[in-house]
């Protein structure tokens, strides 16, 4: 088998491939994990149909990019469905059964919809996320990738000058206090104390500068905090444009893998009384982004 590797929109050179010709269960050599991070530092987000994989599978193919994540950006959950080693992204109990509507833990994963860089809420963030579709309802339910590449090339000169040397604070309290959930425990204010992380990075496959923006960013270091959030906002809304966004339609056994350090992405409604099951594995960064020269 051969690697392919095309555009999922030739219109659209630089963003969202996908990836046939390998077989992620059966594991791969370091070469092809050498070749699949070369085409996510160009394309940021990458698709590889047909992936029937196990839990494990998907550890072991992970692995090759980077240092581990553990799912420690959760709830405090009493009954864990999967190993810490797996990010539970469904809405599924211990059991199996769909959560119920008014469920914690299922509120809580609501924040999945606003756009976010997984794990920004943390010191060292994500490097990349990998996320195996294992249950999927019958319709609705994507997931959107935007380009925080294109987004800043296209940003006025003047704004670009006034972001890039930009610290921002980020805290999932934020990110779930915009939509209400603001319930917190005392251990859960300590564990999500903000993080500073820079509001604009330099992408070390590609050289090229990115936004660095999420959900979970509440604030800029210097600035009153009503007038960081508007200026947050007016950027997520400019790099979240049409045309800087790649929309997923998942098919069962799709595995998509996405670089957060230069894409954000939010799910998209679906019927919450059907089962929606996907794993996701997470490859941390090499540091904070305060560390990182831009
Ligand atoms: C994630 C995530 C979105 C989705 O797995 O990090 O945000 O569509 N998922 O489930
Ligand atoms: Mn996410």
């Not at 990738?145 to 003047?158: S, V």
């Not at 893998?257 to 090499?286: E, F």
């Amino acid at each position: 088998m051969t690697l392919t590797i095309q555009p999922i929109d030739p219109a659209r050179a630089d963003f969202a491939a996908r990836v046939t010709g390998l077989d992620i269960a059966d594991g791969v050599s370091a070469e092809t994990a050498a070749g699949i991070e070369r085409a996510i530092d160009r394309y940021g987000v990458l698709v590889f149909p047909d992936q029937n994989i196990t839990d494990d599978q998907q550890y072991a193919f992970s692995t090759h990019f980077g240092p581990m994540e553990q799912a420690t950006g959760d709830i405090n959950q009493t009954e864990r469905r999967l190993s810490l080693d797996i990010n539970d992204i469904s809405n599924l109990d211990k059991s199996g059964q769909v959560r119920a509507r008014d469920d914690r833990t299922r509120l809580f994963g609501l924040g999945n919809m606003l756009w976010h860089s997984d794990s920004s809420f943390k010191a060292t963030p994500a490097k990349f996320s990998l996320l195996s579709a294992r249950v999927i309802p019958s319709e609705g339910g994507n997931t959107e990738f935007a380009d925080m590449r294109a987004a800043w090339d296209a940003l006025d000169p003047a704004i670009q000058a006034t972001c890039r040397d930009l610290i921002c604070e980020h805290s999932q309290l934020y990110s779930r206090g915009s939509l209400g959930f603001d319930q917190f425990t005392d251990d859960e204010k300590l564990k999500w104390a903000p993080v500073p992380q820079r509001l604009v990075r330099r992408h070390p496959g590609s050289g090229r500068l990115s936004l660095f923006l999420s959900a979970h960013a509440g604030g800029i270091q210097g600035w009153p905090v009503p007038e960081a959030r508007m200026f947050l906002r007016d950027l997520n809304e400019h790099a979240t444009q049409r045309q800087f966004v790649y929309a997923h339609r998942w098919r069962r056994y799709d595995l998509v893998m996405w670089d957060n350090r230069a894409t954000m992405h939010r799910a998209r409604r679906y019927d919450h009384s059907q089962p929606r099951d996907l794993h996701r594995t997470t490859v941390s960064d090499s540091g904070p982004t305060l560390a990182q020269a831009i």
